[in-house]
């Protein structure tokens, strides 16, 4: 049940004129193009450990879950394929993305595993 409120349901947008979006608000579950196309050029494939399933594979995963109040935006985002976005909504499966933007994946027997972005160094600036 819980992977099917993944990807449904939206909620607000607030806009500044005709064109400028300045919110999409917590509650929204389906990622706008914008956004998707970000996700895309970030995470480039699958970021499930040992999978390079392309992005056109993929669908974009709320890491901390929408009915857990996590928002929508990149920071909670990354791309999955749909085999393993399944895997992710399963009993005894944690995800947590780093503010480095190291993925880690927990399975149900406690085994983490984790994956870097592939442009670490152009997106996910580190202070100095």
């Known amino acids: 049940m819980a992977r099917l409120?993944?990807?449904?349901?939206?909620?607000r947008v607030v806009m500044s004129g005709r064109s400028a979006i300045l919110d999409y608000g917590t509650a929204t579950r389906t990622i706008p193009a914008p956004l998707w196309n970000a996700l895309v050029i970030r995470d480039e494939c699958c970021r499930f450990p040992g999978c390079d399933r392309p992005s056109v594979w993929c669908e974009g995963h709320?890491?901390?879950?929408?009915t857990q109040g996590g928002?929508?935006?990149?920071?909670?985002?990354?791309?999955?394929?749909?085999?393993?976005h399944h895997v992710l909504h399963q009993p005894g499966w944690h995800a947590k993305?780093?503010?480095d933007g190291?993925?880690?994946?927990?399975?149900?027997?406690?085994?983490?595993?984790?994956?870097?972005?592939?442009?670490?160094?152009?997106?996910?600036?580190?202070?100095?």
């Open 97 to 99: 993305l780093r503010p």
């Open 62 to 66: 709320h890491v901390v879950w929408v």
């Open 71 to 84: 928002p929508t935006n990149l920071a909670n985002l990354v791309l999955v394929c749909s085999r393993h």
């Open 5 to 11: 409120f993944c990807d449904s349901a939206v909620h």
């Open 102 to 128: 190291i993925f880690e994946v927990t399975d149900a027997q406690g085994i983490v595993r984790q994956t870097s972005p592939p442009r670490a160094a152009t997106l996910w600036p580190t202070a100095s």
